[in-house]
């Protein structure tokens, strides 16, 4: 008995992550009928957290559906704003992504970094343990089965990455309350308080302080605050936009 032959067709969006040959139209694909639909689109390259609806003959389906010979199947990348149900909204970002990071909790978006590498498995059971979205460019961790949430960072340009994520998920945004160290909340400094971790010359020039609860680290207005000011001012531009609406499902 010959393994049942289905048809798959990807979204335009997804195709960072298919191989050439099956970017256009809908390719044939061989399963062993008894593979869930979900595991046939991963075993393609595409991770599951940026896999929206499932339609199979132009039927929406779960993901554990087990498709049958002759099915044609549309993959559609996840829905914007997407949805974290059953936490709060918060996220863990790997090594390479320091700078956003720093741009997230400069928004104060609760957001936890690993600034070593601890490897796949930590990152996916800290994920699991601390209910966080796991942002990475790493395709393989977002393919683990034990990551709470994911999501792929598609840009490499910090500017853009962080664009792309207020898009998709459209976090509470409540600017200068985090630390852009350790995540940790600010509250309002004294010159005094903060006298004794201040720069040469810093204590003259500034009167306006805050200080991280956790890590101590002081905060005022420096020679990159206008910087900072133009991240915090684009983003809060963004967030104010309207959510667009959703785009009619393909017909197949």
Not at 4 to 9: D, N, S, T
Not at 21 to 37: F, H, I, K, M
Not at 163 to 171: G, N, Y
């Amino acid at each position: 008995m010959s393994a049942p032959e289905i048809h798959v067709e990807f979204a335009p969006e997804l195709a960072l992550f298919i191989p050439q040959g099956r970017r256009l139209g809908a390719t044939p694909v061989t399963t062993d009928g008894t593979s869930s639909l979900g595991h046939v689109v991963e075993s393609l390259g595409v991770p599951l957290t940026e896999v929206g609806t499932l339609r199979v003959n132009g039927r929406e389906v779960p993901r554990s559906y087990v498709p049958s010979a002759g099915d044609t199947v549309d993959v559609l990348p996840v829905a914007r704003p997407q949805q974290v149900p059953g936490a709060p909204l918060r996220f863990l970002l790997d090594v390479h992504l320091g700078t956003l990071a720093r741009r997230l909790r400069l928004l104060g978006v609760d957001t936890a970094y690993e600034s070593t590498d601890i490897g796949d498995p930590a990152l996916a059971t800290r994920s699991a343990t601390e209910k966080r979205v796991m942002l990475s460019r790493d395709r393989g961790l977002l393919h683990r089965r034990e990551l709470w949430a994911g999501a792929f960072v598609y840009s490499t340009r910090p500017e853009d990455q962080l664009r792309d994520i207020l898009d998709r998920f459209r976090p509470e945004l409540r600017p200068w309350t985090r630390c852009t160290a350790c995540n940790g909340l600010l509250r309002e400094a004294t010159k005094e308080q903060v006298a004794d971790r201040l720069e040469h010359g810093t204590e003259r020039s500034y009167d306006v302080f805050a200080q991280c609860e956790d890590c101590g680290r002081p905060y005022w207005k420096g020679a990159h605050h206008e910087q900072l000011e133009a991240i915090v001012a684009n983003a809060l531009a963004e967030a104010s936009r309207p959510t667009p609406p959703a785009a009619p499902p393909r017909r197949s």
